[in-house]
């Protein structure tokens, strides 16, 4: 029954129209965002990687004062930069990274006060332990902005789930698919799993597709390298690149999973397919869009926007209820737990009920008979 239910929902042009789009909103944002000296300037990076320990950082600041001495180039000098040299300028200020973590601390301080201190402090010792890699990663960072995948995800369930139920009960189909026995509760999980299935496909489908991408623009670069650096990630843990790219990805797997048990859940709602359309756009996808294009703060847990949590984990985000301090990404993961099981239970009273409906039914039209 569940094949039967995949080969009915992708046999509709428009899921395949859905995924089309979405596959193509991960081609046309970076390329109409690409930065095209990355690559180049990515490559000159990476031929400096290395271990930021003592060495390390002796052989950078002495090929600096070589280039520019200590007052480095003028604005003039600038503009005519090689290559090399640009990421020899990127480069510098990782020579005291310590200084460097001290310059976020002092800047979340603001926030947080001197608690902000104890969440660096692994980030520090890492530092002055020299266990970190310095280099780059463009296509992990770009990556890492997951907000296109989870845009495109949520407008293909929304085309998908919308007539999952509702169309079936405005032909009058819905009986006649579930008179075998025990048939109702069949359908109703076979729905599910397609529904999840589905989810799965269209998430792996965007980001294997992101992922090739950002490989034929930027490359890969290096995945060991520290993913921290001046204005652009501030995260308060000592990971590398590759790293922060699985924990982003991890956590948009889970939420993109949450989100199409919630659109799943919705599209059962006894309606019109206009009405279930408009529900869930209203509760899940305007939301996202929100959240997307006016960076709506607030909106970051709600399920749908953290598939891209790369906001919760690039800087220190705490909850504060009186003394106690909560990260946002352990809030985001609670919550995402918390729907799921929540989902499965419901989805799992919702089957034994279509299950009860059907006996019932039968059972009174024995007596008519």
């Known amino acids: 029954m ?27 944002y970076p390329f109409s965002n690409r930065d095209t000296s990355l690559r180049e300037l990515s490559a000159e990076i990476n031929k400096m990687s290395g271990p930021m320990n003592s060495s390390w950082d002796k052989t950078i600041s002495a090929r600096y004062k070589a280039e ?23 480069a510098m200020p990782y020579t005291d990274f310590s200084s460097m973590t001290d310059d976020l601390v002092a800047a979340m301080n603001q926030t947080y006060g001197r608690k902000t201190e104890q969440y660096y402090s692994g980030l520090k010792k890492a530092a002055e332990s020299g266990r970190l890699i310095f280099g780059i990663s463009p296509a992990a960072e770009s ?27 405005n032909e009058g189909m819905a009986p006649l698919q579930a008179t075998a026995h025990d048939g109702r509760r069949r359908l109703f999980f076979s729905k599910c799993l397609a529904c999840q299935i589905s989810a799965l496909i269209v998430w792996i489908s965007e980001n294997a597709v992101y992922a090739l991408t950002l490989t034929y623009l930027y490359g890969w670069g290096n995945l060991s390298a520290v993913c921290q650096g001046y204005n652009k990630n501030y995260c308060p843990y000592p990971l590398s690149e590759g790293q ?37 756009f209203f509760a899940l996808v305007l939301p996202a869009l929100a959240r997307y294009f006016l960076d709506i703060g607030p909106l970051a847990l709600w399920i749908p926007c953290l598939m891209n949590c790369r906001a919760l984990l ?16 352990m809030l985001a993961v609670s919550e995402t737990g918390i729907i799921i099981i929540l989902s499965v239970f419901i989805v799992r009273f919702l089957g034994r009920k279509a299950e009860r409906a059907q006996v019932q039914e039968h059972e009174l039209n024995e007596v008519r008979i």
């Open 2 to 28: 569940i094949r039967a239910e995949m080969k009915k929902a992708w046999s509709r042009p428009m899921t395949i129209i859905a995924l089309l789009f979405a596959c193509l909103l991960q081609v046309f």
């Open 68 to 90: 520019w001495g200590d007052s480095g180039p003028s604005d003039e000098e600038y503009g005519t930069l090689s290559a090399g040299q640009k990421a020899l300028l990127y």
């Open 143 to 169: 990556m890492s902005d997951q907000s296109t995948v989870g845009i495109g995800f949520l407008l293909f369930m929304l085309l998908f789930s919308c007539s999952l139920f509702a169309g079936e009960r």
């Open 244 to 280: 922060f790219l699985l924990a982003v990805l991890l956590m948009g797997f889970a939420a993109s999973q949450a989100a199409a048990l919630l659109f799943f859940l919705l599209s059962y709602i006894p309606a019109g397919v206009q009405q279930i359309f408009a529900l869930e």
């Open 314 to 329: 690039d800087r220190l985000c705490l909850l504060q209820i009186g003394s106690a301090e909560i990260p946002y990404w």
